[in-house]
């Protein structure tokens, strides 16, 4: 009696509960609490503050509040077990008691924090399933505890219509993942073919917008982090903040805000600041406020970015239409989920999947925008070709009536270029053995003055010791012709045992022989020095006048050691004046002809009988001549037309230059003279040089 009283009770106090058939039962008709303060199921029971909805899907907004749905149902269906099925998978924590009266007959834990494995069916939809009494009325007190958007549509049947609900959801996620799998690839395909990093851009925000709808729907936990609660908490903001970062750098690249609006341009920056600010508080501090302030950006944004898309399109910048329209589609999508979610318009289906279907249809649009653009440069090349073509035949008559005065320039050109080639080849010549000659004349003149002191100080020696050893003779004598009268004849006898010991006589013989030697090897030397100093001349860059007796003599000296012993070496020299020249560069003459010489005698020494070179010398009136002529194998005509050439020799590889004589021959030129060469084969040769006693400038480079 008292069960049936309590019933009847029951019965009283619900008004219009919720039947329960064996169809889907929308749960549309609910009463709900807010408390900022955590309560039991029991204080939930007692409350007097449910506040009851009729057909509402209301929002409760993002915050930290906490909110409690009551349901009353009467189960009328042929089954206990129900599946109730809430179509808001970003919920964080949800409790819910099943209660018959004041009494819980049942709990149960959901949420995207709860553990996947031990979700009724797995998936990323929120599902309780149920054990409910038949014909008893009950109540469903449902608590729900989420950062995000608290928005709860449920719907009660048994698990064939859950199955389908999910399998409906599956099936158009599936088409949305295939739309961004199959542009993510193809345009991953165009960067690695045109390296355009507008492609690469595309890619990136394709598949950051996959993951931020995934995140948004739930789907990334159920295929990659099933049990991560930071991630089920964050990756919704994360991604979504991600790809609005990334969305500007595709629309500056894409649309060159920098060059078409850059004041506006500037305001990215300062965009780019707030979401920084997002993602920083999202990963270290509030979910909500960060959360929050993605909704109040996303819609200032998209608004923002329309704005710069309009301002360029109407510069003529034809990819700016195809991008108006897709960010136009994706802005009405924005407005209406932040909207839905701020509980400014009411939830329903078409707020629920707006996101996902404007961003597929934004991201299929962009890439109509980034193929219009290609078509567009793919035009712009075109007519640029073409008119690059019609430059080139009118050039082409040009050029054609010009190539008749070309060629003769060309002729003449050739024959001005061929004449610079022999300078600089002359010229390429005289700066190689310059360098080298400066190099020896260096050498030689440090070589002599420092051989010249000790040299001085042993030949200005010899005097005084000439003149010491001839005091000690007199004296030595003395003591030999007293001793022969005054010693005692033991006396004599033992003095002149000693000098026969000491080989007197030889020694006296020895040392004035070894006086004579020393006295001719430093005047030897002497003479080798003053050679050196001669030829080097390295200080001697003006016109002196100069002695070439004195630079044909230092340049024999200075080769006396490569010249075999059976050339003969004839000076014929006549008396010649003081010519005007630089001495070191006529030295370097004389030391290139007889060396030349040398080694023609020097290779032939088997076959000439009596070989030798003649130097002869001769005055004029306004000139003087030098004549150096060998008695060796001569010159055939070939070779002999071939001698004065830069790199013409005819010694072995690395024996020669091919560089002396054609020195030599600019040298004399340089001076104003000439060189004349006689030669015929077996005949010997013999080099003429004329030199003008005076020149008529005072310096030659």
Same mark, same amino acid.
């Given at each position: 009696?008292?069960?049936?009283?309590?019933?009847?009770?029951?019965?009283?106090?619900?008004v219009?509960?919720?039947i329960?058939?064996?169809?889907?039962?929308?749960?549309?008709? #609910?009463?709900?609490?807010?408390?900022e303060?955590?309560i039991?199921?029991?204080?939930?029971?007692?409350?007097?503050?449910f506040?009851?909805?009729?057909?509402?899907?209301?929002?409760?907004?993002i915050?930290?509040e906490?909110?409690?749905?009551k349901?009353?149902?009467?189960?009328?269906?042929?089954?206990? $077990?129900?599946?109730?099925?809430?179509?808001?998978p970003?919920?964080?924590?949800?409790?819910? #008691?099943?209660?018959?009266?004041?009494?819980?007959?049942?709990?149960?834990?959901g @949420? &995207?924090l709860?553990?996947?494995?031990?979700?009724?069916?797995?998936?990323?939809?929120?599902?309780?399933?149920?054990?409910?009494?038949?014909?008893?009325?009950?109540?469903?007190?449902?608590?729900?505890?989420s950062?995000?958007?608290?928005?709860?549509?449920?719907?009660?049947?048994?698990?064939?219509?859950?199955?389908?609900?999910?399998?409906?959801?599956?099936?158009l996620?599936?088409?949305? $993942?295939?739309?961004?799998?199959?542009?993510f690839?193809?345009?991953?395909f165009?960067?690695?073919?045109?390296?355009?990093?507008?492609?690469?851009?595309?890619?990136?925000?394709?598949?950051?917008?996959?993951?931020?709808?995934?995140?948004?729907?739930?789907y990334?936990?159920?295929?990659?982090?099933?049990?991560?609660v930071?991630?089920?908490l964050?990756?919704?903001? %994360?991604?979504?903040?991600?790809? *609005?970062?990334?969305?500007?750098?595709?629309? &500056?690249?894409?649309?060159?805000?920098?060059?078409?609006?850059?004041?506006?341009?500037k305001?990215?920056y300062?965009? #780019?600041?707030?979401?920084s600010?997002?993602?920083?508080?999202?990963?270290f501090?509030s979910?909500?406020?960060?959360?929050?302030?993605?909704?109040?950006?996303?819609?200032?944004?998209?608004?923002?970015?329309?704005?710069?898309?309009?301002? %360029?399109?109407?510069? +003529?910048?034809?990819?700016?239409?195809?991008y108006?329209?897709?960010?136009s %589609?994706?802005?009405?999508?924005i407005?209406?989920?932040?909207?839905?979610?701020?509980?400014?318009?009411?939830?329903?289906?078409?707020?629920a #999947?707006?996101?996902?279907? +404007?961003s597929?249809?934004e991201?299929?649009?962009?890439?109509?925008?980034?193929?219009d653009?290609?078509?567009?440069?793919?035009?712009e090349?075109?007519?640029?070709?073409?008119?690059?073509?019609?430059?080139?035949?009118?050039?082409?008559?040009?050029? &054609?009536?010009?190539?008749?005065?070309?060629?003769?320039?060309?002729?003449i &050109?050739?024959?001005?270029?061929?004449?610079?080639?022999?300078?600089l080849q002359?010229?390429?010549?005289?700066?190689?053995n310059?360098?080298?000659?400066?190099?020896?004349?260096?050498?030689?003149?440090?070589?002599?003055?420092?051989?010249?002191?000790?040299?001085?100080?042993?030949?200005?020696?010899?005097?005084?010791?000439?003149?010491?050893?001839k005091?000690?003779?007199?004296?030595?004598?003395?003591?030999?012709? $007293?001793?022969?009268?005054?010693?005692?004849?033991?006396?004599?006898?033992?003095?002149?045992k000693?000098?026969?010991?000491?080989?007197?006589?030889?020694?006296?013989?020895e040392?004035?022989?070894l006086?004579? +030697?020393?006295?001719?090897?430093?005047?030897? $030397?002497?003479?080798i020095? !003053? +050679?050196l100093?001669?030829?080097?001349?390295?200080?001697?860059?003006?016109?002196?006048?100069?002695?070439?007796?004195?630079?044909?003599?230092?340049?024999i000296?200075?080769?006396?050691? *490569?010249?075999p012993g059976?050339?003969?070496?004839?000076?014929?020299?006549?008396?010649?004046?003081l010519?005007e020249?630089?001495?070191?560069?006529?030295n370097?003459?004389?030391?290139?002809?007889?060396?030349?010489a040398?080694?023609?005698?020097?290779?032939?020494?088997?076959?000439?009988?009596?070989?030798?070179i003649?130097i002869r010398?001769?005055?004029?009136?306004?000139?003087?001549?030098?004549?150096?002529?060998d008695?060796?194998?001569?010159?055939?005509?070939?070779?002999?037309?071939?001698?004065?050439?830069?790199?013409?020799?005819t !010694?072995?590889?690395?024996?020669?230059?091919?560089?002396?004589?054609?020195?030599?021959?600019?040298?004399?030129?340089?001076? !104003?003279?000439?060189l004349?060469?006689?030669s015929?084969? @077996?005949?010997?040769?013999?080099f003429?040089?004329?030199?003008p006693?005076?020149?008529?400038?005072?310096?030659?480079?």
């Amino acid at each position: 009696m008292i069960v049936f009283l309590s019933w009847i009770f029951t019965i009283l106090l619900q008004v219009n509960p919720i039947i329960l058939t064996d169809k889907p039962v929308d749960l549309n008709k #609910y009463e709900y609490l807010i408390v900022e303060e955590d309560i039991d199921i029991n204080q939930a029971i007692n409350s007097k503050n449910f506040i009851p909805l009729n057909n509402e899907l209301k929002n409760f907004g993002i915050n930290s509040e906490l909110i409690w749905l009551k349901y009353d149902l009467l189960n009328q269906s042929q089954e206990k $077990t129900k599946y109730f099925f809430i179509n808001n998978p970003s919920l964080d924590s949800l409790e819910l #008691y099943v209660v018959d009266g004041s009494k819980v007959i049942g709990s149960y834990s959901g @949420g &995207r924090l709860v553990d996947y494995n031990s979700k009724p069916i797995p998936s990323k939809s929120i599902i309780f399933k149920l054990e409910l009494p038949q014909n008893v009325p009950i109540s469903i007190y449902l608590q729900v505890n989420s950062v995000n958007k608290k928005i709860i549509s449920a719907t009660i049947s048994n698990l064939t219509y859950i199955d389908l609900l999910i399998n409906r959801e599956n099936i158009l996620f599936g088409i949305f $993942t295939g739309v961004l799998v199959g542009l993510f690839f193809y345009n991953l395909f165009l960067y690695f073919s045109v390296r355009d990093k507008i492609y690469l851009i595309y890619v990136i925000h394709t598949a950051l917008v996959w993951f931020a709808q995934s995140s948004i729907l739930g789907y990334t936990q159920e295929i990659f982090w099933q049990d991560s609660v930071w991630l089920n908490l964050r990756s919704g903001v %994360i991604f979504s903040s991600l790809v *609005s970062v990334v969305g500007i750098w595709f629309l &500056r690249v894409f649309l060159s805000t920098k060059s078409f609006t850059p004041k506006l341009d500037k305001g990215f920056y300062f965009i #780019y600041i707030v979401y920084s600010f997002i993602l920083i508080n999202a990963f270290f501090f509030s979910i909500t406020i960060s959360y929050q302030t993605l909704l109040v950006t996303q819609s200032i944004v998209v608004f923002f970015v329309l704005l710069v898309a309009y301002f %360029i399109s109407r510069t +003529g910048y034809g990819p700016a239409r195809y991008y108006l329209l897709a960010w136009s %589609i994706f802005m009405i999508g924005i407005f209406l989920f932040v909207f839905s979610e701020m509980g400014v318009i009411p939830t329903n289906n078409l707020t629920a #999947y707006i996101m996902p279907l +404007g961003s597929a249809l934004e991201v299929v649009l962009l890439s109509f925008a980034l193929a219009d653009k290609i078509n567009i440069l793919k035009k712009e090349k075109e007519v640029e070709q073409a008119a690059k073509l019609r430059m080139f035949k009118e050039n082409e008559d040009l050029i &054609r009536e010009q190539n008749t005065m070309l060629e003769e320039k060309v002729t003449i &050109r050739t024959e001005e270029l061929e004449q610079a080639l022999r300078n600089l080849q002359n010229t390429q010549s005289q700066l190689v053995n310059q360098e080298k000659m400066a190099s020896l004349g260096q050498l030689t003149a440090g070589i002599a003055h420092e051989i010249n002191n000790p040299i001085n100080f042993v030949s200005s020696n010899i005097a005084p010791l000439k003149r010491d050893i001839k005091d000690i003779m007199e004296v030595i004598n003395f003591y030999r012709e $007293t001793g022969e009268k005054e010693f005692s004849p033991n006396s004599v006898k033992q003095a002149k045992k000693l000098e026969e010991d000491l080989e007197l006589d030889y020694v006296l013989d020895e040392v004035d022989q070894l006086l004579k +030697g020393m006295e001719d090897g430093a005047k030897r $030397t002497v003479e080798i020095v !003053k +050679g050196l100093r001669l030829f080097s001349r390295v200080d001697e860059q003006d016109i002196k006048k100069v002695d070439l007796h004195d630079g044909i003599n230092s340049t024999i000296i200075l080769l006396n050691s *490569s010249i075999p012993g059976k050339i003969r070496i004839i000076r014929d020299f006549g008396e010649l004046p003081l010519v005007e020249c630089l001495a070191g560069k006529i030295n370097q003459v004389f030391m290139n002809i007889i060396n030349n010489a040398v080694h023609a005698l020097a290779d032939h020494l088997e076959t000439i009988k009596d070989p030798k070179i003649e130097i002869r010398t001769k005055a004029f009136s306004d000139h003087i001549v030098v004549e150096i002529e060998d008695n060796g194998p001569g010159m055939p005509p070939q070779v002999k037309q071939k001698i004065f050439e830069p790199f013409f020799t005819t !010694k072995a590889v690395g024996k020669g230059t091919g560089l002396g004589l054609s020195i030599v021959y600019s040298i004399i030129e340089n001076h !104003k003279g000439s060189l004349e060469v006689i030669s015929e084969e @077996g005949q010997g040769t013999t080099f003429k040089i004329s030199l003008p006693i005076y020149q008529s400038t005072s310096k030659y480079e």
